[in-house]
């Protein structure tokens, strides 16, 4: 949940910024190219194909890759043998398309290849990064993103998110969009604005031909925005947008939050380097939004809860369904916030992936949400078990989602693992479930000839299972081998990657 943020929060950062100046001068080491090999033929026996549109199940096939391409996929005893070619017996097995998560921030990280491999040995075969920046898209032309062979592929990038430093007013929106437009963004991911730059940014992203994005900004209508052309909302809003739509208080709750915008533009455009600084001591707030939450916010949001409508709420998706707006409800992302006390999170094996540093500053933030009022934390509580129940109406009103999982003390691929399981306590089918991962990001982005089922022509990114995923969301998790761009990787292939991984504590090469 995004809300406010006080201005001395922004004034203390400002500070720091001028403290960080000294440092500026640092160069950094000119990223290398990055190739990645073409696969040879690959062949794979004995498998049940999912068809990711219908659930059909077609036992006893063999699936033949070429140069990362699959380019028969049929009955066993009707392919011919050769013996060149590397065959895996996986008699019994399920195979489905690559998994993608169509939210993270891997790209700006500084471990990037390590946590993108970590992504792929959990059958991560392609991933939205939604959050760009000038030197990201410059790296992507130049061919230096560290996106190799060990890698999911990178599907879409945006440039600099939308805040109040780069797009504080409605002309600055518009020169920051036709700018991205011109590096070659391939969206335009809107956070943190006012109300009048969000939709002067709407039309304006629409007009460069580049699909806008991201959160719904306090005091926003959600239908309106939905209406606008908004294409795809982010974790179930953030915040309380869509609640107050479903509120019979809608108009005084919108009225209210419309008086409490989450950030407020600086008095002045700060250069490029300067509002880098300043995102990155913001940084800390994002691992947990709720964990600087003020009470009249919480407040609001009890309220809106407290004066739900589900036929308004019913009545609102139907919009979404009619304006072909998407959701990535990112449900694994919400709940390490609003339920960050939580004994689980405190021990979780996996965070021996992460560096150390890195866990540290979580476990900080999360011990600053324990100190909240109780009162804060009941309504935190109350709120992700409404958001389970928002995603199956959702669901059930003809709303696209997508899987997606962000951040913010996750671990990277099993965290859409969580996900999965999530949406599953939600209600949603295994077929559901298996097509927000697969299918859905192939039709959302205009790719269904390359990538969301396993046809002759698709690319050969391919998840190989142990046991059906259509019987069980559970059974998403039991991976026996994974095929990224025509590269097999075992079981044991993929165990030797997270040792690397976690014996360099999250530095990988």
């Given at each position: 949940?995004m809300?406010?943020?006080?201005r001395?929060?922004?004034n ?7 403290l ?6 640092c ?5 290398q ?5 073409v ?11 999912v068809?990711?549109q ?8 063999s699936?033949l ?8 996929v049929a009955?066993?005893a009707?392919?011919s043998?050769d ?23 891997m ?8 946590l993108l ?12 990064q ?10 992507r ?5 560290p996106?190799g ?40 991911k ?8 969000f939709?002067a ?8 031909g ?11 209508d ?8 908004f ?8 915040g ?13 709750l ?5 008086q ?7 008095p002045?455009?700060l250069?490029?380097?300067?509002e ?13 939004p709720a964990?600087?939450?003020k ?6 949001l009890?309220q ?5 409508d589900?036929?308004?709420?019913r009545?609102?998706?139907a ?12 449900l ?10 939580a ?5 979780d ?17 999360n011990?600053?949400?324990?100190k909240?009022?109780l ?6 509580r ?5 958001q ?18 962000d951040?913010?003390g996750?671990?990277?691929g099993?965290?859409?693992?969580q996900?999965?399981?999530?949406l ?7 077929l ?11 039709e ?5 000839a390359?990538?969301?089922?396993i046809?002759?022509g698709?690319n ?8 059906s995923?259509?019987?069980s969301?559970?059974?998403?998790h ?26 360099g504590?999250?530095?990988?090469r």
């Amino acid at each position: 949940m995004m809300h406010s943020m006080s201005r001395s929060f922004l004034n203390c950062t400002v500070v720091l910024i001028a403290l960080s100046l000294p440092l500026l001068g640092c160069r950094k080491q000119l990223p290398q190219r990055v190739t990645i090999p073409v696969a040879g033929k690959l062949r794979v026996d004995g498998v049940t194909v999912v068809d990711t549109q219908t659930g059909k199940l077609l036992p006893g096939m063999s699936i033949l890759t070429d140069a990362g391409k699959i380019v028969a996929v049929a009955p066993m005893a009707n392919l011919s043998r050769d013996s060149s070619v590397q065959t895996i017996d996986a008699t019994g097995k399920f195979v489905v398309p690559g998994y993608n998560d169509m939210h993270v921030h891997m790209l700006d990280q500084e471990n990037a290849s390590a946590l993108l491999a970590l992504m792929l040995t959990e059958g991560i075969t392609g991933f939205r990064q939604m959050s760009g920046s000038p030197e990201l898209l410059e790296q992507r032309r130049n061919g230096t993103l560290p996106v190799g062979k060990e890698a999911p592929a990178l599907l879409v990038m945006p440039g600099s998110v939308l805040t109040p430093f780069n797009a504080g007013s409605v002309s600055s929106a518009i020169d920051e969009i036709d700018r991205q437009k011109s590096e070659g963004a391939d969206f335009i991911k809107i956070a943190l604005v006012e109300p009048q730059v969000f939709f002067a940014a709407i039309a304006e992203a629409k007009r460069v031909g580049l699909p806008p994005l991201g959160h719904l900004q306090e005091g926003i209508d959600a239908a309106q925005a939905s209406q606008a052309g908004f294409k795809t909302i982010e974790h179930l809003g953030p915040g309380d947008s869509i609640w107050i739509g479903c509120s019979t208080g809608q108009a005084r709750l919108q009225a209210d939050a419309a008086q409490h915008p989450a950030m407020k533009a600086p008095p002045f455009k700060l250069p490029l380097f300067v509002e880098k600084l300043v995102m990155g001591h913001i940084r800390k707030l994002l691992i947990n939004p709720a964990a600087f939450e003020k009470p009249e916010d919480a407040a609001r949001l009890q309220q809106a809860f407290n004066t739900y409508d589900e036929n308004k709420c019913r009545m609102l998706a139907a919009r979404f369904a009619e304006n072909d707006t998407w959701h990535v409800p990112t449900l694994v992302r919400i709940r390490t916030q609003e339920l960050a006390d939580a004994p689980e999170y405190q021990s979780d094996p996996a965070l021996r992936y992460i560096k150390p540093g890195a866990v540290k500053e979580w476990r900080e933030v999360n011990e600053r949400f324990r100190k909240l009022p109780l009162s804060m934390r009941a309504t935190f509580r109350e709120a992700y078990s409404r958001q389970l129940a928002l995603t199956k109406l959702l669901d059930e009103n003809g709303v696209r989602m997508m899987s997606g999982t962000d951040g913010g003390g996750q671990v990277p691929g099993q965290s859409l693992h969580q996900e999965f399981d999530e949406l599953a306590k939600a209600g949603l089918s295994p077929l559901k479930v298996l097509q927000m991962t697969t299918l859905n990001p192939a039709e959302y982005l205009g790719r269904s000839a390359t990538m969301g089922t396993i046809d002759i022509g698709k690319n050969a990114d391919v998840v190989i299972l142990d046991a059906s995923p259509i019987e069980s969301v559970q059974n998403l998790h039991c991976i026996f081998g994974v095929i990224r761009a025509g590269f097999y990787y075992s079981s044991a292939d993929l165990n030797s990657l997270k040792s690397r991984i976690e014996a360099g504590h999250g530095e990988f090469r």
